[in-house]
């Protein structure tokens, strides 16, 4: 059997690139506070409450010298807010003690993490009514050893400053804050701070340097921020705590902003505001991309009635104004004021995130066409929901098309099976009208196979860069003590971080994406694998979703021979599951039945499942879905999900319903009360030899061919190579093997040089691996 070969043609210039790869960062896994945001006190102004978390009060994360949690007792230590550092800051510790006092804090994870001979700043304000006081610091371990300590004093009535630097004697994980109050002390505190001196770039109120220099290593054109879900979740007034994300909030001194719930279950401080944002794309050389709300919240289904959405079209225009405005503006002379006159160059702008319903793109409409006529300049981003088809997105994609919007961003999170099935879906996308932005994309799982697998289908990104303009991975960071969603790029604890095997990969495609895709072509491949039938065959049953059920008049349709099997009525409750038939193996089948949802818990309906192999194996007909408003197919594969494709429809109780389901081959279609709501090809898994692309770099004159093979050993021979030397980037590990703390780079990397033999040369390309030649002229 001869090679497959890849005749390389230089002199043909493709697609232009651009932006293409990209970070996306949203403040869920604490990404923030207890992550990237270098600060390493938790509840460092004592506003946590229970709004953002049942657990919160205003004392939690402190505890008294002997490590046990403080709650606020009786004139001696108490939160307080009559005479508040800032209204936006209204909460503040009294500490009125007769004998000695201390007060701890951990931190995040399990204690403050210092590194011997570095510095920390520490920082407080504090004001004193009667005397002048003084306030011991200390740097401790669990044991009570003293690792640094300095005295600041307090002696104003009104709120001062006061700041000191530590410097740590020894290395350790589990550090606590200390401070030390004298008998007879009576003050108030509050912004109790404490940075590593050595933030990235060193930037005051920065960022931890070990994390963002991963996010440096990577070299993304861009990142967008700050969400997410994060963006649109939320009161819709601005003073509220819980309120949705407002970037006005998040500038200014540190102290004058305030506190707000964080759409993931915990505090956020915003002391990484938008102006530590558009500082860190400077400091990366990414491009900054905000996302802003537009005034509705698809999670509790308020909206700000159109003509009230001034307020909101002022902000979007206001931070136009505060990235790129002259200082001699009021949003541009703001960012002055903070310590940077010059623009930061922004070019992007998303209006809302993975939107459902058509109260957005009501408002979408507004937001559009008041941008558009100030800021022409300004590229502009749709939304097309959550899922890879259905009603949300091409609602979404037809608002693209009537705006004129620059691009459209897609979501999606999916299987490894769904990404080799949909290896070539942006082929058949149109390059004339808006450009993709996949805002947020990865498979289920941090392993070498997700990684490559996703290098696989990042090929078929890059190779219609006509059609996709950007691309980011999400989501970005996890602290490991503070999941709420995984798979994650980048985890870390409070001392330690490593990229996942994913992560790697990213880092792969942005370090050598190129200036422009560059002609090639391939011969000798292999035919393809199918990893799944034809057609969809196995078990039909119905499951419930927490809610009670009624069935009936269920009939299953051979729709070759008009066979019929019926099945008796019945009911279901809570998560019961009902088998119809054990195995059903025809290729053009309908299943009938009718159904009415008699209780439980008001967001939730059932699911049909067919095509069943197992629990973990199976096709799903999603009736209800979560917050009761998906009619949606999934594929379920190895209990990983792939929600094929979905439109937006609520399960009314009490409410007798009439269902199809036709199954012909792999196309699936629903109906309810004659009515289409699912119209989809559930595509065979399809493995190819191997995947490629090759483009080049003007800037610095070389050619990457990039290889990644899912499937067996296979060697490639390049021809056409005319530059000088060859270096080969080579990525494997096992299919199952992930980074972790012990191992943080459980992979093998080679670079080497190759023999180039007029102009030819040939590479070995391992089962599970992502190569890529990097050709210098």
């Known amino acids: 059997m001869t090679n497959p070969v890849i005749t390389l043609y230089p002199q043909q210039k493709g697609a232009p690139l651009g932006d293409l790869y990209g970070i996306f960062f949203e403040d869920l896994n604490h990404a923030a506070d207890g992550g990237l945001y270098a600060e390493m006190i938790q509840n460092r102004s004592f506003e946590f409450c229970s709004i953002d978390n049942k657990e919160y009060h205003g004392l939690y994360g402190w505890t008294d010298g002997v490590g046990q949690p403080l709650r606020s007792e009786a004139l001696h230590v108490r939160v307080l807010t009559d005479q508040p550092l800032h209204p936006k800051n209204p909460h503040y510790l009294k500490i009125d003690v007769n004998e000695t006092f201390e007060l701890q804090n951990t931190g995040f994870n399990q204690g403050l993490a210092l590194s ?92 931890r340097k070990d994390i963002a220099d991963l996010l440096a290593a990577m070299n993304p054109k861009f990142m967008r921020f700050p969400g997410g879900c994060l963006v649109h979740d939320g009161s819709l007034n601005a003073e509220d705590r819980d309120s949705m994300y407002r970037w006005k909030n998040t500038i200014g001194p540190i102290e004058h902003r305030p506190s707000r719930r964080n759409s993931w279950g915990y505090n956020q401080t915003l002391g990484l505001g938008f102006y530590e944002y558009f500082l860190l794309c400077e400091d990366l050389g990414a491009k900054p991309l905000p996302v802003l709300p537009a005034g509705w919240d698809p999670h509790h289904q308020q909206a700000v009635p159109v003509e009230m959405l001034g307020e909101w079209i002022q902000d979007a225009l206001d931070l136009i104004e505060f990235a790129n405005g002259n200082t001699a503006t009021k949003w541009g002379g703001m960012r002055a004021e903070m310590g940077h006159p010059e623009p930061f160059n922004l070019e992007y702008l998303a209006v809302g995130n993975e939107e459902v319903g058509q109260e957005f793109f009501n408002r979408y409409d507004h937001f559009h066409k008041a941008i558009r006529e100030k800021y022409p300049e300004i590229r502009l981003i749709n939304s097309a929901g959550p899922f890879a088809a259905g009603s949300e997105y091409q609602r979404g994609w037809n608002s693209a098309r009537k705006n004129g919007s620059d691009l459209v961003d897609e979501h999606y999170y999916q299987t490894t099976d769904w990404l080799l099935a949909n290896h070539d879906r942006y082929d058949h996308y149109d390059s004339t009208g808006p450009k993709v932005f996949l805002g947020e994309y990865a498979s289920w799982g941090n392993e070498w196979y997700n990684a490559a697998v996703e290098a696989s289908y990042m090929i078929g990104l890059e190779r219609n860069a006509d059609k996709v303009a950007l691309a980011c991975y999400a989501p970005m960071l996890a602290n490991i003590d503070y999941v709420n969603w995984r798979p994650d790029l980048i985890w870390f604890d409070q001392a330690h971080v490593y990229g996942s095997m994913n992560y790697h990969v990213q880092k792969l495609f942005t370090k050598f994406q190129g200036t422009h895709n560059m002609g090639m072509e391939v011969t000798g491949l292999a035919a393809p694998k199918l990893l799944e039938e034809k057609h969809i065959a196995g078990g039909i049953g119905i499951v419930g979703d927490n809610a009670e059920v009624s069935y009936r008049n269920v009939r299953i349709i051979n729709n070759h021979t008009g066979e019929e099997i019926t099945v008796a009525d019945g009911k279901i409750n809570a998560y019961e599951k009902v088998t119809f038939i054990e195995r059903f193996e025809e290729t053009d089948y309908t299943i009938k039945f009718e159904f009415e949802k008699t209780g439980g818990q008001w967001d939730r309906g059932f699911q049909l499942n067919f095509g069943e192999q197992n629990t973990e194996n199976t096709f799903v007909w999603l009736l209800g879905g979560w917050q009761n408003q998906d009619c949606m197919i999934r594929s379920v594969r190895e209990g990983r999900i792939s929600d094929l494709t979905q439109t937006i429809w609520k399960v009314e109780t009490g409410k007798s319903y009439t269902c199809e389901l036709h199954i012909k081959d792999r196309h699936i279609t629903s109906i309810v009360d004659d009515v289409v709501m699912n119209d989809i090809e559930a595509k065979v898994p399809i493995l190819k030899q191997f995947y490629t692309n090759c483009t080049l770099d003007e800037t610095c004159k070389k050619q990457y061919v990039k290889l990644v093979n899912v499937s067996e050993p296979v060697t490639v021979t390049l021809k056409g190579i005319t530059g000088e030397r060859l270096t080969m980037h080579k990525l494997t590990a096992e299919a199952k093997a992930v980074n972790d703390f012990s191992n943080p780079e459980n992979f093998d990397y080679q670079q080497q040089e190759l023999l180039v033999t007029h102009e030819t040369a040939e590479i070995h390309l391992p089962e599970n691996s992502v190569v890529f030649a990097e050709i210098n002229n």
Do not use: H
């Open 116 to 207: 011997e001979g570095e510095r920390y700043d520490f920082s407080l304000f504090a004001r004193t009514p009667i005397q002048s006081v003084n306030i011991t610091v200390q740097l401790k371990e669990v044991d009570g050893s003293i690792l640094a300590q300095e005295t600041i004093a307090v002696k104003n009535p009104e709120w001062q400053k006061c700041e000191v630097k530590l410097t740590a004697k020894t290395t350790t994980r589990t550090a606590r804050l200390a401070l030390v109050f004298e008998a007879g002390t009576n003050c108030a505190v509050d912004m109790v701070s404490l940075f590593p001196v050595a933030t990235f770039k060193g930037r005051k109120n920065g960022c």
